[in-house]
């Protein structure tokens, strides 16, 4: 499974990103999508995953701000960031998970910066 991820930028706080990612490679294995951000000094963490039934998880500091959607039939995985605070601030990854093979993978970061 290759990912390929699209979409950060700079944007002042307020403002709104739209992340994208597309699959390709053995995506039938694929179960659920999402992203996760890391930024200067922290762990990686879950930002947004969504499953392939429709399911989605977030983290609560960008409930209501930010929303994942996911096309099967084009297997891209898109993160909408709306009301973006400079605390967002990270490089955002890809990743996409297959239970039947207990296998992560990852998209290469893209970074999202919020000025104040």
């Known amino acids: 499974v290759q990912l390929q991820a699209s979409g950060g930028g700079l944007v002042q706080a307020g403002g709104s990103l739209r992340l994208s990612c597309a699959a390709s490679g053995s995506i039938s294995s694929i179960n659920v999508m999402g992203w996760y951000r890391q930024a200067p000094g922290k762990q990686r963490e879950l930002v947004a995953q969504?499953?392939?039934?429709?399911?989605?998880n977030y983290r609560d500091s960008v409930k209501g701000r930010f929303t994942i959607s996911r096309d099967n039939a084009k297997n891209t995985a898109d993160l909408q960031m709306n009301s973006l605070k400079p605390e967002d601030t990270a490089v955002y990854y890809c990743?996409?998970?297959?239970?039947?093979?207990?296998?992560?993978?990852w998209g290469q970061g893209t970074q999202v910066t919020v000025s104040s």
């Open positions: 969504i499953t392939t039934g429709g399911n989605t």
């Open positions: 990743s996409a998970f297959a239970s039947s093979k207990l296998q992560t993978y």
